[in-house]
C-alpha cells in the first residue's frame, strides 16, 4: 500500500512499523479501495479523501497483507513486554498571523519511539525535518528534548489549514495523534478601485452611485468613503467572493449629489484589514459639469460713436464646467466665433474688432455664452449710435448759360447724421434764391437738397459757383464748386479755296480752309457739302483771335459743281456762315454688264450688255475675253448724273466648256483723262463632267506603300459622282478598308498588293451628264526568288546549269548576281538571265565548285531576295597516299591495338572492302571490326586489330574504294614501331636579309610523335647549325637571325623517340642566298637631344652595355672551353655512361673535335636564328653534358654542334621498356591530350641556366604571302590508334617535366 504523502513518488515509513522496518515505495495506479480497507485506513487516520488529495492508490491485496503483518507485530510486543506509553508534552494550538510572516506549532512528545510526522489538512508530511517537497517547512527544535515543531517561513494562503502532530506506533507503544490546530492566515486586500459610471460628465444637481471595492481579503476588509477628507454617510456594504478560496471581496456603495463646488474636489476610498498596518487609499477627481455666469462687454463707454473709429469689444464670461464658447452677433448676424480660455482664472473671453460704418448706425452688438450644460445661451446686447459724414456733395444743372438767361443748379447731398446744412457762393458773393428740402436716408441718416435759380451776364464768365454742406455733429464740412461759363457767339467767317472757273481732275488733292474769330466759346466750324456735313475734315486749330479748320478733298465726280459750306456755331446758338463751288473731270464712276440668260450651258450662245456710268468727258467702251478682244456693238450717249453722260454696248459670244470661269471684261475709257474704268463677268457654263487631258493613264506603286490614283475631272456642276470599277467589281470602302476616296475623287489603297494591279474603270455623273476613263495601276514589289533545284548533281567534267527564278515587278536586266558560299575564292561560271530566270552555267565542273552557291535577285526595291543551290559533283573515290597513310605502326607483342585507317574522297557514296595479304578480310573474327565514317564527300574505313601480333597481324592490308564511277586502292602495311622516314617536299617559301621560310611534307612518323630538326651552315662556318622546330610537329619554319648577302645550306629531319631519319630528299641540300640588307630609312633629329647612340641610347649607356657584353662574352667562352676539355678528358677515358652510339659519333668526329674547340671565333653579337634561344632543348642522351658551345648575349643567342652529322642516343624500344614514371592524363572536354615529356626524352630543361628570356624575335609565321595552311593530319599511330593530331603553333616550347599539348584526335 502506497501511504498517503507529499507526492506519488514519496516514500513513506508505515505508522506500524519500527524504527528499523523497511521503507516501501509503490507505483501509481488507478485507486481500487474496498470497505474493509477504508476501516483499516480510518483506523490509521487516514481518509479516502486524503489519499486521493494527495495522488496516492491503493493496492487491495498488498493491503490486505500489512493488515495481517500489523496485527502479528502487535500481538508479539504484547507478549514480550510493554514499554514506557509515549505522550505529547505540548500539543499545538490555533495561530493566527499575517501573510509573509513565520509561523511555529508546537510539539513535544515524551518518550518517543515512533516515527514523528505533521499532518496538514490529512496530507501527511513526511519524518525527515527538512520536510522534502516544502521548502519553506521544516521541523525544528532538539529530538533529543522531544521537540518537534513544525515552522512554516513566509506564510501563504495555502498555509491556511489545520495541522495535527503524529507519533506512530512502536514496539513499544501505540500511535498518538495531537489535537488540531489552525493556522489562520491573514491576507491584506489588494488596492481598492473605483466603480463609477463615468460614460457621460457628472452634471451639477444631479445623483451619481459610488463604488468602491476591496478585493482579495482575509478576512474581509472595512472600507470607508471620504469626500474632500469628510466621510460619507449612508455607505452600504457586503462582501463576495474573492479571486481565491478563502478570499473575500469588500462592496462598499454610496449616493453622491453633486454640487458645482464638487468640481475638482477628491474622492478617497480606504480600506482597512487586521492584515495591514495602515489602511489602503484609492482618489478619484471629480470633474463636474456646471454652466458659466452670464458675459459682461468691456469697452463700449457710450453709445455714440463716429463711422471710421475701430472698436475693440472684449466680452467675458466668468465660471462654468467646461468653461463657457462665446460668439458675437450684430443685429442677429454672427460676426465672431473665437474665444479664449484662462484656465487659471476660470473664464473665457472673446475679443471683437469692429471697424466703424455708417451702416453699422441703430445696430444691436450681442455677446453670447454656454456651455456643454447650460440650458439655453446667456447673452448681453449694446446698441450703438454712429455719427457720418455725407459719402458725395453733387451739383446738377448746367453751369453754363447764355448771356441773360436764367441759372438753375441743384446741390444734393447723400445720408448724413445729422443732416447738414447747405450754402451757395459766386465769387465771395452768396447766393441767397435757394429753397431746402431733406428726407430720410440710408443708415437711419437725412438727404438734404437746395435748389437755386440766378440771372447771368458777361462779366460773371469764369467766377466760381460753390455748394457748401456742413454737418454739425461731426464738425465736417464739404464742397464743390464749378466756374461759371456765359456763352455769346463769335464775329467773323471766310474762305480760302481755290477759284470756281479753274477746273480739277477727278484724284486731285484740294484743301479747303475755312476761319473765324470772336464769341465764348470760339465757334465751332463745320464743313458741308451741298448742305450735308462732310467728314473727315481736319481737326479744328485755335489762334490768337479765333479757330480755323481745313477740309482735304481727293476729288471725285460727285464733286463737280458741288456747293462747299463753312458753318460758325457756338452755345449761343447763331450761325455765320461763307461757301464756294468746285470744276471736277472724271472717268465713268461705274461699269456694269448685264446678261439675258440666267442658265448657261454649253453651246449656248449669250448676248451681254455693257453700261458705263456718268463720266466727264464722254467714254468709249471695250470688250475682251482673256486675251482675246471682242468687237461690241455701241449706243448713243445719254446725260448722266454729276453733270457727265453715259454711254452703252452689246456682245454675243457662243460657250463651250473652256469657257467656264472665264472673264468677260467691259472697259470705258476716257482719252482726255487717258483713264477708265472696267468691270467683268464670269461665265458660269454647265457641262458634264470632262477628264483633263493630264489625267495619268498608269500610275506605279510599291507594294506595301500607299497607292495614290488621281482623278482629274472637271465639271460645272462640281457635284460629281464617281464609281470606280476594277475587274468588274465595284470598290466599296465598306468592303474593304484599306480604299479612301479624297475631297476630288481620287482613289487612295493603303497597303497596296500586286492583287491590286490591273486596269481601274471610272464613270462620272454629274446634273448634266455622264462619262468614263481608264487607268492602269502597276504595282510594284521585291523578288522573290527560289531555286529551280536546291541540288543540282553533276558528274566531273560535264556542265552544270544552276537555275533560279524570281517572282518580281518589274523584271529588270541583271538583276540576277551568284556567289560563291564556300571557303577561299572560286572562279565563278557564265551568268545569264531569261526573263524572270537567272542562270549559272560552270563548264566543265571540276571537285572544287561542289559547294552552296547563293542567287540573289534585287530589282532596286529593297528587300533583294536570296536563294541556296547546292552543286554536287560526282566524282570517283580518290583515297590519301601520302606517307603517312601506307603505314601502320604498332607493338607485336599481342597486348596492343591498332588502327588501319583509310580515307576517300569520292560522289557519290563510297562501299569500303578490305584485304589482307591478297585476300578478303573476315570481319567476322573477334580480332578484326570496321567502322566506316562519312563527313560530306569524305568517307573514313577505319579497321580495327585487337592484340596486335607480330607473326599474324605485320601484313599488307589493301583498302579499295568504289562507287558508281570507279574504285581506288591503297596497300597499308602495319609494321612494328621504329624511327621516322625523312620528310620530303624540303623547298623554300620565302626569304628576307636575315631569314628564310622553309616547308616540307613529313614522312611516316615511325608510330610515335616525331618532330623536326633544320640543319644549315654558311662557307665561313665551321660546323652546323641546328634549330629545333616548334611548334614541334610544324612543317613550315623560318629561320631567323641570318646575315644579309649569305649563302646557306639547309637541310631537315625527322626524329621520334626511336631515333631520327635522314634527311629530306635523300640527304639533299636546299642552298638559299640572303637578300641584301634594306637601307635604313632616314630619321629626323633633334639637335636639342643631346648625343645619342644609334639605337636612341645615351652615349654613356651604350659603353655600358658593350663592357657588361663583353666581360659575359668571355665568361661564357671560358665555360665553354673547360666543358669542352672536361668531355674530351672523358671520352678519351672511355667513360662508360655515354651510349653505344655517343661512342660510335665519337669515332666518326675523329680529329673534327679540335675544330669545335674553334667555334668560339664568331663573334657572340652575330645574330642567328631566335627560335633556337626559345627551343635551346639539346637532346644529350643520358650525358650530362654535349659536345655543343654556347652563347648567350644580348637578344642573341647561338649554339653549334661539329660539322659531322649529330646523331642523338637511341632509347630503349617502347615495347620494351614501361616507365612507371610517366603519367598519362585522361582527355580534357575539349578532346586535348596532355602527356608527360620524360626528364631523358628528347629536350633538356635550360631553365636552369642563365639563358635570358628573349623579347619576341621567334616568328614562326610566313613573312609574306602568308596563309593559315595546316598540314594534312596522318591519323596512324602507334599505341595510340585512331588519334588524329592537328598540329597547331604555340610562342614558348615545351620543357621538361611539363605538359606538353596535343590537339584532339
Avoid at 508530511?125 to 522531544?146: A, D, H, N
Avoid at 495531537?178 to 492566515?185: C, D, K, L, P
Avoid at 448746367?398 to 445720408?415: D, H, M, R, V, W
Amino acid at each position: 500500500m502506497t501511504v498517503c504523502g507529499a507526492s506519488s513518488n514519496y516514500t513513506a515509513q508505515l505508522l506500524t512499523s519500527g524504527p528499523h522496518t523497511p521503507t516501501h515505495t509503490y507505483t501509481k495506479k488507478e485507486p481500487s479501495v474496498d470497505q474493509e480497507d477504508k476501516k483499516t485506513l480510518l483506523s490509521l487516520g487516514v481518509t479516502q479523501q486524503d489519499c486521493r488529495r494527495s495522488g496516492i492508490r491503493v493496492e487491495m491485496d498488498f493491503l490486505s497483507a500489512w493488515i495481517v503483518l500489523s496485527s502479528a507485530a502487535l500481538l508479539f510486543s504484547r507478549l514480550w513486554g510493554v514499554e514506557a506509553q509515549q505522550a505529547f508534552r505540548t500539543e499545538p494550538r490555533n495561530l493566527t498571523l499575517r501573510m509573509g510572516a513565520t509561523a511555529v506549532l508546537r510539539c513535544e512528545v515524551l518518550r518517543a519511539s515512533g516515527a514523528v510526522q505533521w499532518v496538514k489538512d490529512g496530507l501527511l508530511l513526511g519524518p525527515q525535518r527538512s520536510l522534502p517537497g516544502f521548502p519553506r517547512y521544516s521541523m525544528i527544535g532538539s529530538p533529543k528534548r522531544g521537540q518537534y515543531h513544525l515552522q512554516i517561513e513566509r506564510a501563504e494562503l495555502e498555509d491556511d489549514a489545520p495541522y495535527e502532530c503524529q507519533v506512530g506506533q512502536s514496539e513499544s507503544s501505540r500511535a498518538i495523534i495531537s489535537n488540531i490546530a489552525w493556522i489562520n492566515v491573514q491576507i491584506p486586500p489588494s488596492k481598492p478601485y473605483f466603480v463609477v459610471d463615468m460614460a457621460a460628465p457628472w452634471v451639477a444637481g444631479k445623483t451619481y452611485t459610488v463604488t468602491c471595492i476591496a478585493p482579495d481579503a482575509k478576512p474581509t476588509a472595512e472600507v470607508t468613503l471620504y469626500k474632500d477628507g469628510v466621510e460619507l454617510t449612508g455607505a452600504e456594504s457586503f462582501t463576495m467572493s474573492g479571486s481565491k478560496d478563502k478570499l473575500l471581496n469588500t462592496h462598499a456603495e454610496v449616493t453622491v449629489t453633486t454640487l458645482s463646488s464638487d468640481n475638482g474636489r477628491q474622492l478617497a476610498c480606504h480600506a482597512r484589514s487586521p492584515a495591514l498596518a495602515q489602511p489602503l487609499e484609492t482618489t478619484m477627481t471629480m470633474s463636474v459639469y456646471f454652466p458659466p455666469q452670464p458675459p459682461v462687454i468691456e469697452g463700449l463707454e457710450r453709445e455714440e460713436v463716429k463711422a471710421g473709429r475701430m472698436l475693440k469689444l472684449v466680452c467675458v464670461s466668468q465660471g462654468g464646467n467646461p468653461l463657457a464658447t462665446l460668439h458675437w452677433t450684430k443685429n442677429g448676424e454672427v460676426l465672431s466665433t473665437s474665444w479664449e480660455e484662462d484656465i487659471e482664472a476660470r473664464r473665457s473671453s472673446s475679443v471683437l474688432y469692429l471697424q466703424v460704418a455708417p451702416e453699422d448706425n441703430q445696430a444691436v452688438l450681442r455677446c453670447e455664452s454656454v456651455n456643454l450644460v447650460s440650458l439655453k445661451p446667456l447673452a448681453l446686447s449694446r446698441k450703438i449710435t454712429v455719427l457720418f459724414e455725407p459719402e458725395e456733395v453733387m451739383v446738377s444743372g448746367s453751369f453754363g448759360a447764355i448771356e441773360g438767361k436764367e441759372l438753375t443748379l441743384c446741390c444734393y447731398t447723400t445720408s448724413s447724421n445729422p443732416p447738414v446744412q447747405i450754402r451757395w457762393w459766386l465769387g465771395f458773393r452768396e447766393l441767397n434764391t435757394t429753397v431746402v428740402t431733406m428726407e430720410e436716408g440710408d443708415n437711419g441718416g437725412m438727404t438734404t437738397m437746395s435748389n437755386m435759380t440766378h440771372r447771368v451776364s458777361r462779366e460773371e464768365n469764369g467766377l466760381p459757383l460753390t455748394c457748401e454742406a456742413f454737418n454739425k455733429g461731426t464738425r465736417f464740412s464739404k464742397t464743390q464748386t464749378t466756374n461759371l461759363n456765359v456763352y455769346y457767339p463769335p464775329l467773323k467767317v471766310w474762305l480760302d479755296v481755290p477759284p470756281q472757273e479753274l477746273p480739277l481732275r477727278s484724284g486731285t488733292t484740294v484743301r479747303l480752309l475755312c476761319f473765324s474769330s470772336g464769341g465764348n466759346p470760339t465757334g465751332t466750324l463745320t464743313w458741308l457739302k451741298d448742305g450735308k456735313t462732310v467728314p473727315g475734315a481736319l481737326r479744328q486749330m485755335s489762334f490768337d483771335k479765333g479757330v480755323s479748320r481745313e477740309l482735304i478733298l481727293v476729288l471725285s465726280p460727285s464733286d463737280n459743281m458741288a456747293t462747299y459750306r463753312c458753318d460758325a456755331k457756338n452755345e449761343a446758338k447763331k450761325v455765320i456762315s461763307a461757301q464756294t463751288k468746285l470744276m471736277v473731270q472724271f472717268p465713268a464712276v461705274s461699269v456694269k454688264i448685264i446678261a439675258k440668260q440666267k442658265e448657261l450651258r454649253r453651246g449656248q450662245i449669250i448676248s451681254l450688255e455693257c453700261l458705263s456710268g456718268s463720266s466727264n468727258p464722254k467714254a468709249n467702251i471695250s470688250w475682251s475675253l482673256g486675251s482675246l478682244r471682242l468687237k461690241g456693238v455701241d449706243q448713243p450717249p445719254r446725260r448722266a448724273e454729276f453733270g457727265g453722260v453715259s454711254v452703252r454696248s452689246t456682245i454675243s459670244l457662243n460657250l463651250a466648256s473652256q469657257h467656264h470661269n472665264q472673264r468677260v471684261v467691259c472697259q470705258a475709257y476716257s482719252p482726255l483723262l487717258a483713264e477708265g474704268a472696267n468691270t467683268f463677268y464670269t461665265l458660269n457654263v454647265l457641262y458634264p463632267p470632262e477628264f483633263s487631258p493630264d489625267q495619268p493613264k498608269q500610275v506605279q506603286v510599291v507594294e506595301d506603300d500607299m497607292a495614290t490614283v488621281p482623278l482629274l475631272v472637271s465639271a460645272n456642276p462640281e457635284e460629281v459622282s464617281c464609281i470606280w470599277l476594277h475587274r468588274r467589281e465595284k470598290l466599296v470602302k465598306e468592303r474593304n478598308p484599306r480604299y479612301y476616296w479624297s475631297e476630288d475623287s481620287s482613289l487612295e489603297i493603303k497597303n497596296v498588293t500586286r492583287k491590286d494591279a490591273g486596269v481601274y474603270n471610272v464613270q462620272c455623273t454629274n446634273d448634266e451628264g455622264v462619262n468614263h476613263t481608264s487607268i492602269t495601276l502597276d504595282v510594284q514589289y521585291a523578288p522573290s526568288v527560289k531555286a529551280e533545284k536546291d541540288r543540282v548533281h553533276v558528274n566531273l567534267g560535264e556542265t552544270a546549269d544552276l537555275i533560279c527564278v524570281a517572282d518580281a515587278n518589274p523584271i529588270t536586266s541583271g538583276m540576277f548576281s551568284w556567289k560563291w558560299l564556300g571557303e577561299g575564292k572560286m572562279e565563278m561560271g557564265e551568268e545569264t538571265q531569261e526573263e524572270e530566270s537567272g542562270l549559272l552555267t560552270i563548264h566543265d565542273a571540276t571537285r572544287a565548285h561542289a559547294g552552296r552557291y547563293q542567287c540573289t535577285a534585287s530589282n532596286g526595291i529593297a528587300p533583294p531576295a536570296s536563294a541556296d543551290v547546292q552543286l554536287v559533283v560526282h566524282f570517283k573515290p580518290e583515297l590519301q597516299k601520302g606517307a603517312q597513310w601506307r603505314k601502320v605502326a604498332s607493338r607485336g607483342d599481342g597486348t596492343s591495338t591498332a588502327e588501319v585507317v583509310c580515307q576517300a574522297e569520292g560522289v557519290p557514296r563510297v562501299d569500303f572492302s578490305w584485304a589482307k595479304n591478297g585476300m578478303p578480310m573476315d570481319f567476322a573474327n573477334p580480332r578484326y571490326e570496321e567502322r566506316t565514317v562519312r563527313e560530306g564527300s569524305f568517307h573514313t574505313s577505319t579497321v580495327l586489330v585487337v592484340n596486335v601480333s607480330a607473326a599474324l597481324d605485320y601484313a599488307v592490308f589493301t583498302c579499295t574504294a568504289r562507287n558508281s564511277l570507279g574504285e581506288d586502292t591503297l596497300d597499308i602495311q602495319l609494321v612494328s614501331t621504329n624511327r621516322p622516314d625523312p620528310p620530303s617536299s624540303f623547298r623554300q617559301v620565302s626569304v628576307t636579309h636575315d631569314s628564310v621560310t622553309l616547308e616540307w611534307i613529313p614522312g611516316f612518323d615511325g608510330g610515335l610523335e616525331q618532330r623536326f630538326r633544320i640543319r644549315y651552315r654558311w662557307p665561313e662556318s665551321d660546323s652546323f647549325l641546328y634549330v629545333d622546330v616548334f611548334p614541334s610537329r610544324a612543317t613550315t619554319f623560318t629561320v631567323t637571325g641570318l646575315s644579309p648577302v649569305t649563302t646557306y645550306n639547309l637541310s631537315v629531319n625527322a626524329l621520334n623517340a626511336m631515333g631520327e631519319s635522314g634527311y629530306a630528299d635523300n640527304n639533299a641540300v636546299l642552298t638559299i642566298t640572303t637578300e641584301e640588307m634594306p637601307e635604313p630609312e632616314e630619321v629626323p633629329t633633334d639637335d636639342d637631344s643631346g648625343s645619342q647612340s644609334v639605337t636612341g641610347l645615351p652615349t654613356y649607356l651604350t659603353i655600358t652595355f658593350t663592357v657588361v657584353f663583353g666581360v659575359l662574352l668571355a665568361l661564357n667562352s671560358l665555360g665553354c672551353f673547360l666543358g669542352l676539355r672536361w668531355k674530351k678528358r672523358r671520352g678519351q677515358t672511355g667513360g662508360g655512361e655515354g651510349s653505344v652510339l655517343d661512342g660510335k659519333k665519337g669515332e666518326e668526329e675523329g680529329s673534327s673535335q679540335s675544330t669545335v674547340s674553334n667555334s668560339n671565333r664568331y663573334e657572340s653579337r652575330e645574330k642567328i636564328n631566335a627560335a633556337a634561344q626559345r627551343t635551346l632543348l639539346i637532346d644529350s642522351g643520358s650525358e650530362t653534358d654535349s659536345n655543343v658551345y654556347e652563347s648567350y648575349a644580348g637578344q642573341s643567342s647561338h649554339y653549334y654542334y661539329p660539322t659531322s652529322d649529330y646523331w642523338p642516343p637511341l632509347y630503349p624500344h617502347p615495347e620494351e621498356t614501361h616507365r612507371p614514371d610517366v603519367t598519362r592524363y585522361p582527355v580534357e572536354s575539349q578532346g586535348h591530350v596532355y602527356e608527360d615529356v620524360r626528364d631523358c626524352g628528347l629536350y633538356q630543361a635550360v631553365l636552369g641556366s642563365s639563358l635570358p628570356s628573349p623579347p619576341a624575335l621567334f616568328d614562326h609565321r610566313l613573312p609574306h604571302k602568308r596563309s593559315d595552311w595546316i598540314p594534312p593530319a596522318y591519323p596512324q599511330a602507334s599505341d595510340r590508334a585512331g588519334e588524329t593530331r592537328a598540329y597547331r603553333q604555340w610562342p614558348f616550347p615545351p620543357l621538361a617535366n611539363t605538359k606538353r599539348f596535343r590537339p584532339p584526335s
